[in-house]
């Protein structure tokens, strides 16, 4: 009894010594909080200000403030990342005819899974189930342009002599409106048109012949796509096992992981897209067919396009119908188009986002703008489309990968029973 009483007393005072110590190197000092020397403690020699810190190698780092270091830090960790986003846009934009297809493709992918995996169920071998589906969708896509075209072509000519007699009437209010402009002055404006037409001649010249260098490369995007398409319904497993092998195999999982999470994402986003944007078609294509508008179902698969550029799309699609509106039918009309067209966008915004979309894949306004601006700027129309889609990717990836793994504690060893102990306090 007299040689545990003793062992427990040696515990209870290294104890005391180790927690003074932790208080001491805490507060950077050679004695205890109370002024005392630890019991049976060594005291140990405090170096001198200024021979050195925790965060420093050397007395001259240590002689910098701490803020003027940490900013350098951040600097330079900051500039090196920026070189290497700037190297990695310069790569992506000497291969934008290869990542722009694969980008898009990605986006069809996402949209035909689903009735792949449909025909999957039914047991439909997948080669033909991809084949089926993406024939189909080729198929809905070209009929909905012929509608359009065939659309265009009927209905032109008379939009074309209705536009003529709103620009005599615009001439016409310059006339007797507040403005009161004269003939002569008419045809000055109207000669310094057509004098910067015949000065940019050239431009637009070079701008044909670029064109046709475009459709070019449309013409082969447009096939990589398909093909893209193709292998990434048929063989996207496969693809994706063959990528997250690239990875070290204690990241693997977590690739992985993350992976399949932004593809859900990814999935969900463009299911939610196209159901917001058929939504908002068949809404202000039902009020331009009421009001007898040119072109409705033209202008209506026009909003079905422009829905997939969130904001600024839906914009400029409304704002077509609503110059058709005011062209064809005076501005009383072209003022109900816009409250109509308002009307749908705030739906949209406001409860069919939110409500289909859900939180999985929300993102603030504020980033939806600076996406859709940054993508056209880089990369055009489809920039645009595909920013908003990749942004939503990145950050469910982040999320994931950021997210920390609980590992369940191993289980406690099994120990004797507790003996009873009797300690006496020291008086001391």
Do not use: C
Request: no cysteine; net charge positive; proline share 5%.
């Amino acid at each position: 009894m007299r040689r545990r009483l003793r062992q427990a007393y040696e515990a209870g005072r290294q104890s005391v010594r180790t927690a003074r110590e932790r208080e001491r190197s805490r507060r950077g000092s050679t004695t205890d909080v109370d002024g005392l020397d630890p019991i049976g403690a060594d005291v140990a020699e405090v170096p001198p200000p200024g021979d050195g810190h925790l965060s420093t190698s050397s007395r001259d780092d240590a002689d910098v403030p701490h803020a003027l270091r940490l900013a350098a830090a951040w600097s330079w960790r900051l500039l090196v990342i920026g070189i290497v986003g700037w190297a990695l846009l310069r790569v992506i934009g000497s291969v934008r005819i290869v990542v722009i297809p694969l980008l898009v493709a990605l986006l069809l992918a996402a949209l035909l899974a689903p009735a792949v995996g449909w025909l999957l169920r039914v047991r439909v071998p997948r080669t033909l189930a991809t084949a089926v589906v993406l024939i189909a969708g080729l198929a809905g896509v070209v009929g909905t342009l012929t509608l359009v075209v065939n659309e265009f072509i009927t209905g032109l000519p008379d939009l074309s002599v209705k536009a003529s007699a709103g620009i005599s009437q615009i001439q016409e209010w310059l006339r007797t409106g507040p403005l009161h402009m004269s003939d002569g002055q008419l045809d000055q404006y109207i000669e310094s048109g057509q004098n910067w037409i015949n000065e940019n001649t050239q431009t637009l010249t070079s701008g044909a012949v670029s064109t046709a260098g475009t459709v070019v490369e449309l013409f082969t995007g447009a096939l990589l796509v398909l093909f893209a398409t193709f292998f990434f319904l048929r063989d996207g497993q496969k693809i994706w096992r063959f990528l997250v092998g690239l990875f070290p195999t204690g990241a693997r999982w977590r690739v992985d992981d993350a992976g399949r999470a932004s593809w859900v994402t990814l999935v969900a986003y463009v299911r939610a897209t196209v159901l917001v944007a058929f939504i908002d078609a068949v809404g202000i294509g039902i009020f331009l067919v009421l009001f007898d508008i040119p072109f409705a179902f033209a202008l209506a698969a026009l909003v079905f396009l422009g829905a997939f550029i969130p904001i600024v799309g839906a914009t400029l699609s409304g704002a077509v119908a609503i110059l058709v509106a005011l062209v064809d039918s005076g501005w009383v009309t072209a003022l109900i188009i816009l409250g109509v067209v308002i009307g749908v966008q705030q739906l949209e915004g406001n409860v069919l986002q939110p409500l289909i979309m859900g939180r999985a894949v929300a993102i603030h306004p504020l980033a939806v703008v600076l996406a859709v601006t940054a993508g056209m700027v880089l990369a055009g129309i489809v920039g645009a489309l595909v920013a908003v889609p990749l942004i939503a990717v990145i950050n469910t990836a982040v999320r994931r990968l950021a997210r920390r793994r609980h590992v369940a504690a191993p289980p406690p060893e099994p120990a004797e029973p507790p003996e009873t102990v009797v300690v006496r306090a020291n008086p001391a």
